[in-house]
């Protein structure tokens, strides 16, 4: 079994966990387990009787699981959060810690297809039970399919061109693997940003696979409900995508438009943030490099 550290370095670690303002005989949950960093560091601060549930759908996290009577880790897609809770009897929080970002364990894993240094077969599955593989999208999508979902979740300005040339390279023939893929965009990565353009690639076609955006959009709406008040929800997100819904949702209660008004007048939010934006360290990122985009946000239920 990997140690912590090898499958998952925690990012923000002590900000994201003093962010929930954590109670000795609180109910906690982190929903993004991983490594189990952040798990530990919330169990240390919680007396014998708080709880923590921990959600990963990855089955590898598994063999991370924590042995302590207050720990319950449940292997499902955290967009299910209090379809669960319920079903262990836990119906409020008292705190939610997420990190959206990827296990250190998923990018090295190689036959995961997660990282550009790796030749495997076309995955990216965050669960291996999923049936939408990198393998589908890359090879069913039609063109607007595919040009949208580059230009929506890599940020590329080529979709239109990355879309085109994956469609040609399919009429000869699927395209199977990381490597395949790469040798089809080639000609059109500008020498120097050869990663970098791979990079926004694959982050579109994972976030795709694996519906991130619409599950962090069904997670945020379940946590006026699952919430205490006085609850803190501490929000780790690592692209403008994530980072973005999560501001809106706490200054505006809704991904789009403006927060909405009572019959006074008076703008109606679940939630009221709380200090300001938090990013690592110098010295974080040194040891951590893969935290250098980490964005911490935290709120309280009102």
Partial sequence: METMAMYHNPVLLEESIDGLNIRKDGVYVDVTFGGGGHSREILKRLGDEGRLFAFDQDEDALENTLDDERFTLINENFRFVRQFL????????????????????????????????FESALDMRMSKRSTLSAYEVVNTYDFDAL?????????????NAIAKIILSKREQGPIETTESLKEVLRPLLPQGREHKILAQVYQAIRIEVNQEIAVIKEFLLQMPELLEKGGRLSLISYHSLEDRLVKRYIRAGRFEGEAEKDFYGNIDVPFKKVGKLITPSREEIARNNRARSAKLRIAERI
């Fill in 86 to 117: 319920k079903f262990y009897g836990i119906r409020k929080a008292d705190g939610v810690l997420a990190d959206f970002g990827v296990s250190s364990h998923q990018f090295d894993t190689a036959e995961r297809g997660f990282s550009t240094r």
């Fill in 147 to 159: 040009r949208t979902m580059f230009f929506q979740y890599g940020d590329l300005r080529n979709a």
